[in-house]
T-cell receptor, first 112, second 111 residues
């Protein structure tokens, strides 16, 4: 499983509250990604990181921010959660020099 | 940017028959095409991938073909088994270290 963990695995929160999801990897991969998965939409990229403090936006970045202060951790923050952000969130790493991505176990987020 | 279309969205095949899932991509610079399998409640798992310098790749009952000229690639599963039931995603990558995914195909293997 490429040494990727996500926390929490499940979360229920209320509209307007801040939420932070954590992705942790143990294999020192440079590239890390956050996706959301919704029925009928597949996997859509939110943000990604190509190194400590180096991040960039994906196709659905509005309402999300990220931070990477250490190689092993990539945090996804919803500053003020909305019901449209109810989804399953997957973190992924890319193995350097291969383009190949491996996914974490996912976090199911429900915003009421 | 890259756009990946995947068809069909749902596919039902009799156990033992073959299944084919097709994808097209838009960016001619894309050069890496992975396929992922996702079982219910689990993470997507890489099952096979192909690079643009190769036309076909096989791994036991799974094969992927790539036509760069037409910008399409396909997943072939032969002798399907119940455990092949899952959602399959194609993807394309080439520019700026990002992968763009298709919307998925739900494969049902009928007894």
């Amino acid at each position: 499983d490429a040494g990727i963990t996500q926390s929490p695995r499940h979360k229920v929160t209320e509209t307007g509250t801040p939420v932070t999801l954590r992705c942790h990897q143990t294999e020192n991969h440079r590239y890390m990604y956050w996706y959301r998965q919704d029925p009928g939409h597949g996997l859509r990229l939110i943000h990604y990181s190509y190194g400590v403090k180096d991040t960039d936006k994906g196709e659905v970045s509005d309402g999300y921010s990220v931070s990477r202060s250490k190689t092993e951790d990539f945090l996804l923050t919803l500053e003020s959660a909305t019901s449209s952000q109810t989804s399953v969130y997957f973190c992924a790493i890319m193995v350097g020099g291969t383009d190949t991505q491996y996914f974490g176990p996912g976090t199911r987020l429900t915003v009421l | 940017g890259e756009n990946v279309e995947q068809h069909p969205s749902t596919l039902s095949v009799q156990e033992g028959d073959s299944a084919v899932i097709k994808c097209t991509y838009s960016d001619s610079a894309s050069n890496y095409f992975p396929w992922y399998k996702q079982e219910l409640g689990k993470r997507p798992q890489l099952i096979i991938d192909i690079r643009s310098n190769v036309g076909e790749k096989k791994d036991q009952r799974i094969a992927v073909t790539l036509n760069k000229t037409a910008k399409h690639f396909s997943l072939h599963i032969t002798e399907t088994q119940p455990e092949d039931s899952a959602v399959y995603f194609c993807a394309a990558s080439g520019r700026d270290d990002k992968i763009i995914f298709g919307k998925g195909t739900r494969l049902h293997i009928l007894p």
